[in-house]
């Protein structure tokens, strides 16, 4: 399985602006789907944003026009750029890479995201 290594997480204001990073091991995460999950305490585990091998991408309602998932294939690496942040963004943010979206494959270890003044 691909490793997958996250970071960019920590404290912003409301309306701020965090971009995180999933640095992934080996050459095959070129051809998995990559996505962010988070999960905020007592609440369940939700799809974010999810882009696929060919670049085709997927958002939560909750998150459309303010998140941006990519993706740098020559880097192994995936990115969530988040703006306008909301108090209900703050959660642990997970990336995944597998064949299917959120479907075997490789989980990071999750970084904390904090929306508060």
């Known amino acids: 399985q691909v490793q997958l290594v996250e970071s960019g997480g920590g404290l912003v204001q409301p309306g701020g602006s965090v971009r995180l990073s999933c640095a992934a091991s080996?050459?095959?995460?070129?051809?998995?789907?990559m996505a962010w999950y988070r999960q905020a305490p007592g609440q369940q585990r939700e799809l974010v944003a999810a882009?696929?091998?060919?670049?085709?991408?997927n958002y939560a309602d909750s998150v459309k026009g303010r998140f941006t998932i990519s993706r740098d294939n020559a880097k192994n690496t995936g990115y969530l750029q988040m703006n306008s942040l909301k108090p209900e963004d703050t959660a642990v943010y997970y990336c995944h890479a597998g064949l299917r979206t959120g479907v075997g494959g490789s989980w990071g270890q999750g970084t904390q995201v904090t929306v508060s003044s």
């Open positions: 882009i696929g091998s060919g670049g085709n991408t």
């Open positions: 080996g050459s095959i995460f070129r051809l998995y789907a």
